[in-house]
């Protein structure tokens, strides 16, 4: 390999730990805080499909009696719904790709020897831990867990006596939530404060690997959602347990007068979408992020219009705080309001559009590498337009109305916000596997595993559209005596079917990951023949990441097919080579 | 792994601690340190006044909500204003008077700090623990802030407004209650910047501490003088 620039930095913050304790649970190590993030996240992934099964199976067969869990009732599917949502929202989706990958890889990309505030990053592991305990725990109370989604509509959610999930359990999932958002502002604040401070020489903003650039978007979207997310939950404990009214208006539940009156629902829902909104760019931008990475490096191409990138994940960052309001086009809006709201998500297909034909530019005639982390990388492109497409339906009241409480907006956020952002999971989790462990993931394993997944990902999310275009309501535990959902029965048992076998595959994935922990093929440095700087230093990296040295940047990061360069990639910190971005 | 072009490792800081030895490394690491401290406190009050400004518009949306009145069958307001106790306009003063106390901390500790890299000399005037009695003095303002914050909610209950009586009383115990949470968290960075003097922890160390802990400190008064005006004026 070719000699690359580095240069010696300062003493590490914190020093190597011994004890299996400091280095193994409550470690300062961004690297291992992000492998605690990843493995909460897989946890979590399999609660939550177990979840999903659960619900398929009452579906399609409402009066099956399961082994240790007895019938299925209604109030326990809306359970299964509100935890389902809670459980793949915060601590999947926005656990795994930004404070998984991102707390491994970021710092090690920018050539930092760990994140800005160790402390405050252990903590914010540890709290988003006990955030989910509380989450899974409200299957365990008295009630069990809430009936309310994971929206948590007052006033529903608010009052005690509204349902059997509603007492002990919808406190859980408040504290859970609280939790979270504070785990997720401690994150935020390292992310900014280490990629604004903390970059390499030579490491210049347009220099960042895009994975890079969505987590440092990432983080200021929670920076900005989170906190309201976090008022809105102390209201809503407040008018749980206190008495208050911010959202519950005067009203009766089962025949007895609340003591409440005067809140406004409504205004949780301002405030919850305020946040929820901008949390599915959480959850996706930093897939967008890796996954531009991944088929750059696999399709040994430089990603096509790097700024065009930057700049359309930026502008998806600013729009996305002025369109909360098309997730209450039913709430009796002004139309004005929905008017506006319908034109500012409209606008966001515009930069989605040209990520996308950017992606695909990235691989036109490239000289693709069909690894496992590519054809996830692929996979989420397919994805993400064909989630991507119902969007703009949904973006307009008049169709939106009709439409919004059906299966069609199931299939629309499964399909773009879950599926989408998992392909990008999956994605990561292939390729920096060999670089956090040091061994190779079997492809064999890994191909299966995509088939099955993207394969079963239609065949669960696409019918969906349908059955929404049909009128079948969402979030209805049994519809076996509605006559006209009757005949769609079919279509139901089939999204089962193809569920239970894309969840099998998902066993495919724990094998791999099992095997390969132990017996996988030992990793080179640079297994990938990428170019960005982690690829640089040793197979699994020392703790202070690079040996006392700190990495010096003179190229871009995606330099493939550099003419005159000895091989088909230059590094970031190879100097031998002067390239286009690497002035 | 690639062959590495190194130079020469650097340890440690520069600075010994609280004697005056210093390099320009250590100068420079120094600055790194404190701008790193800034930005960090920066991003870190981002997210509170996100969630202050979420509680006003709560606010502001609340008051002007309608409620169903079963007595009369009508919509009425339910919003009645509750007049605030006067002891908030002293807690005020003992806020912001805190406020001017720990940035004369702050200025005294930068004084400290630029006399240590600009005198190495161990003979060099020592300024050391100087800052104390102010950061002293603003600690137990802070603490006499929140106990003045407990009287006026006492007051507020003896007169029969609780947390849950009306929305204002709800509003005013809320936003109080949470400007308080997060001053005692500058007041436990006040004790501990206070104890490290205490300890001769390093000059730097002290002042980077100090620094951060003023900036957040100001930033809890104006945020309070917000909160008392949208109280007083927004009602």
């Not at chain 1, 011994?18 to 690297?31: A, N, T, V």
């Not at chain 1, 509100?82 to 795994?96: Q, R, S």
């Not at chain 1, 978007?217 to 008022?231: E, P, Q, S």
């Not at chain 1, 190229?555 to 002067?578: I, L």
């Amino acid at each position: 390999m070719a000699t690359q620039e580095f240069a010696a930095h300062g003493t590490h913050a914190h020093a190597a730990p011994q004890g299996f304790i400091r280095k193994w649970i409550f470690s300062l190590d961004h690297k291992v805080i992000g492998m605690q993030y990843t493995l909460l996240g897989i946890v979590a992934v399999f609660v939550g499909m177990f979840l999903s099964l659960l619900m398929r199976l009452h579906l399609v067969w409402p009066s099956a009696v399961l082994p240790f869990l007895g019938e299925i009732k209604p109030e326990t599917y809306l359970s299964l719904v509100t935890m389902h949502g809670t459980i793949m929202v915060f601590f999947v989706l926005t656990t795994a790709p930004q404070a998984g990958f991102g707390n491994y890889a970021l710092p090690i990309q920018i050539g930092a020897p760990d994140m800005a505030f160790p402390v405050l990053n252990m903590l914010s592991f540890w709290i988003t831990f006990l955030a989910f305990l509380s989450a899974v725990g409200a299957f365990f109370v008295t009630g069990g867990a809430p009936l309310h989604g994971w929206t948590g509509y007052p006033p529903l959610s608010v009052l005690q006596s509204s349902g059997p999930g509603e007492a002990a359990g919808a406190d859980l999932w408040g504290i859970s939530i609280a939790l979270f958002c504070v785990g997720a502002l401690l994150g935020a604040l390292n992310f900014i404060t280490t990629t604004l401070d903390m970059r390499a020489r030579g490491m210049s903003l347009m220099r960042m690997p895009l994975t890079c650039w969505a987590w440092l978007l990432t983080a200021i979207l929670g920076l900005l959602a989170f906190g309201v997310l976090l008022a809105a939950c102390i209201l809503f404990l407040l008018d749980r347990n206190i008495g208050t009214s911010f959202f519950v208006p005067l009203g009766t539940i089962n025949g007895v007068v609340t003591a409440h009156k005067g809140g406004s629902p409504l205004l949780w829902q301002h405030l919850f979408w305020f946040f929820g909104h901008p949390e599915v760019y959480i959850a996706i931008l930093p897939s967008m992020g890796i996954i531009s990475q991944i088929l750059s490096v696999f399709s040994r191409k430089p990603v096509f219009s790097y700024k065009g990138i930057v700049y359309s994940m930026l502008t998806i960052v600013g729009l996305s705080f002025t369109v909360w309001g098309h997730h209450m086009f039913v709430s009796g809006m002004s139309p004005y309001s929905g008017y506006a709201f319908s034109i500012t998500t409209m606008a966001i297909t515009v930069p989605s559009a040209v990520l996308t034909f950017c992606w695909l530019a990235t691989l036109w005639r490239g000289k693709i590498r069909f690894t496992t982390p590519a054809l996830f990388g692929i996979g989420f492109v397919s994805l993400f337009v064909s989630g991507g497409v119902s969007g703009p339906f949904l973006a307009q009241p008049a169709l939106d109305i009709p439409l919004h409480d059906t299966y069609f907006v199931t299939g629309h956020f499964h399909l773009i916000m879950g599926v989408a952002s998992m392909f990008g999971i999956l994605g990561g989790l292939y390729y920096w596997f060999p670089k956090m462990i040091g061994r190779m993931m079997s492809e064999s394993l890994g191909k299966m595993h995509f088939w099955i997944t993207f394969v079963g990902a239609y065949a669960i999310f696409i019918p969906m559209h349908y059955l929404g275009l049909s009128g079948h309501p969402r979030r209805y535990s049994s519809l076996t005596e509605v006559g006209y959902l009757h005949d769609l029965i079919p279509v139901q048992r089939f999204i089962t079917i193809a569920a239970f076998i894309t969840i099998a595959g998902q066993l495919l994935f724990v094998v791999n990951l099992c095997w390969s922990l132990f017996k996988g093929k030992k990793a080179s440095d640079n297994p990938w023949e990428a170019t960005t700087i982690e690829w640089t230093t040793a197979t699994p990296p020392p703790h202070d990441n690079f040996g006392g040295l700190t990495p010096v940047v003179t190229n871009g990061p995606y330099e493939y097919g550099v003419p005159g360069a000895a091989r088909d990639y230059v590094m970031q910190t190879d100097p031998a080579v002067a390239t286009a971005t690497g002035d | 792994m690639a062959s590495l072009a190194s130079t020469a490792a650097v340890t440690g800081s520069g600075i010994s601690v609280g004697n005056g030895i210093t390099d320009l490394h250590g100068r420079q690491d120094y600055a790194t340190r404190l701008r790193r401290a800034r930005l960090g406190l920066f991003v870190a009050v981002t997210p509170i006044l996100m969630l202050f400004i979420s509680f006003t518009s709560a606010y502001i949306v609340r008051q002007g909500l309608p409620t169903f009145d079963p007595g009369t069958n009508s919509l009425t307001r339910d919003w009645i204003p509750v007049h605030l106790p006067s002891i908030l306009l002293v807690n005020t003063c003992v806020l912001l008077l805190s406020s001017l106390g720990v940035e004369l901390a702050r200025r005294q500790i930068k004084k400290e700090t630029a006399l240590v890299f600009a005198a190495p000399s161990p003979a060099a005037p020592s300024v050391a623990g100087k800052g104390l009695p102010w950061l002293s003095m603003t600690l137990l303002l802070g603490l006499l802030f929140l106990f003045g914050q407990w009287t006026a909610w006492r007051q507020l209950a003896a007169s029969g407004f609780y947390v849950a009586t009306t929305p204002s009383s709800s509003f005013i115990y809320l936003l109080t209650g949470t400007h308080a949470i997060h001053l005692i968290g500058g007041v436990i960075a006040l004790f501990v910047a206070a104890m490290a003097s205490v300890l001769h922890r390093a000059v730097t160390t002290r002042s980077i501490m100090v620094d951060i802990t003023a900036w957040y400190w100001h930033f809890m008064a104006v945020l309070w003088v917000y909160i008392l005006c949208l109280l007083e004026f927004a009602s």
